[in-house]
């Protein structure tokens, strides 16, 4: 389904964006190179416009929610390129405007498009990729089912309470309080699920569990690939999600002190829906692969669209109107944007080797 959903989603050929390894791993990138055709609506292939509907619905139905509209929605406008991202009528307006154009699709898209938002300067980016990863899991632990996967603690985060860091909790900080909602087999499984922030849990009954954030110890995001590096474990650019977990696993006497290296923890909780509905994301709508992003709320409003280009692995690029849906503790500033890309072994491989440089077009309704 991925695959089919991918080849429809405006990937081209002869893009002069450069691909690099994983910058949340300290690789190494080279330097963004932009089409000579840079406009955003001129390159724009529109894709799967029901992927997109979907999530234009997703996002304009919580943000009509009233403790969504109670809430502030614009960000402050920041020197080093960040956007006051209109207000929150402004956003509301563009997804509905999106929809208007989808729900009676003209035959030239990017055209109509551009009749009806204005785009602002494009703004340079690094892209990664996030995806919802699979774990074995059980309801009680066993031999092999030791490590646990926490419900977020009640009193987690007050002034008065201290913060536990990973490798604290790892020690037991909080053990014997009944926060351990299911438990897997794998260590280094369960730090990427931590990473990526929601996942599927496949229990030994075949029963597929569901579970997403549910808040973190408010500890700083570390990158253990920039740790591997700086070690001299890994070669600079070569810090890829798959080279860390294979080095990890030829060096299981390393595996306890390089997760712990990054204190920040995340703790889940069970989401009622169904195995095709995606996670959602810190917007609280679904999150639809290769339609939804990750940005960072102080520099654009979730909800705002824009035109996405940049480069996957293997060097097919993609053009592609994104939606701001989600967030995350690595994701800072306006230069950074993480691309959601569904689940299953091929959404994995894409966003364990997906960073490259590209830019992005925030789109306003005229």
């Known amino acids: 389904m991925l695959r089919r959903r991918q080849a429809r989603l405006g990937l081209r050929g002869g893009c002069a964006l450069a691909i690099a390894s994983l910058a949340a791993c300290g690789a190494i990138h080279a330097p963004w190179s932009r089409p000579a055709r840079s406009e955003p609506f001129a390159t724009l292939e529109t894709g799967d416009l029901a992927a997109l509907d979907r999530a234009a619905d997703a996002a304009l139905a ?19 390129g960040g956007s006051s991202g209109g207000s929150s009528q402004t956003v509301v307006q563009g997804l509905v ?28 980016v690094l892209v990664t990729g996030y995806y919802e990863p699979t774990l074995r899991a059980r309801r009680a632990p066993d031999a092999s089912f030791r490590y646990a996967i926490y419900g977020r603690p009640d009193d987690l985060g007050g002034d008065s309470v201290p913060l536990p860091t990973r490798a604290e909790i790892e020690a037991g900080a909080l053990s014997g309080r009944g926060l351990e909602r299911f438990w897997t087999d794998d260590p280094i499984e369960l730090f990427f699920l931590h990473v990526q922030g929601s996942g599927r849990l496949e229990l030994d009954d075949g029963t597929i569990v569901r579970v997403g954030f549910a808040g973190s110890n408010g500890q700083p995001y570390r990158a253990i690939g920039k740790d591997l590096v700086d070690r001299g474990a890994l070669e600079p650019g070569t810090a890829t999600a798959p080279a860390i977990k294979a080095y990890l696993r ?10 712990e290296a990054n204190p920040r923890y995340v703790f889940f909780r069970v989401l009622d829906r169904s195995p095709d509905a995606g996670p959602p994301g810190s917007l609280g709508a679904e999150l639809v692969p290769y339609r939804s992003v990750a940005i960072d709320p102080r520099s654009e409003p979730l909800g705002r669209i824009g035109v996405l280009a940049t480069t996957l692995p293997g060097g097919r690029c993609l053009t592609t109107i994104v939606i701001a849906m989600d967030s995350g503790a690595a994701i800072t500033g306006p230069g950074r944007v993480d691309l959601f ?8 491989a894409i966003a364990g080797e997906l960073s490259s440089r590209g830019e992005v077009s925030w789109l306003a309704p005229r």
């Open 97 to 124: 405007a999106l929809r208007r154009l989808i729900a009676a699709p003209p035959s030239d898209f990017g055209a109509a498009l551009a009749a009806a938002f204005s785009a602002g300067a494009p703004v340079p």
């Open 250 to 259: 030829a060096h299981p006497d390393e595996i306890a002190p390089t997760l």
């Open 62 to 80: 919580e943000l009509e929610r009233p403790a969504t509209r109670a809430a502030p929605v614009t960000p402050s406008s920041t020197p080093d």
């Open 341 to 348: 890309l569904g689940a299953g072994r091929e959404a994995e």
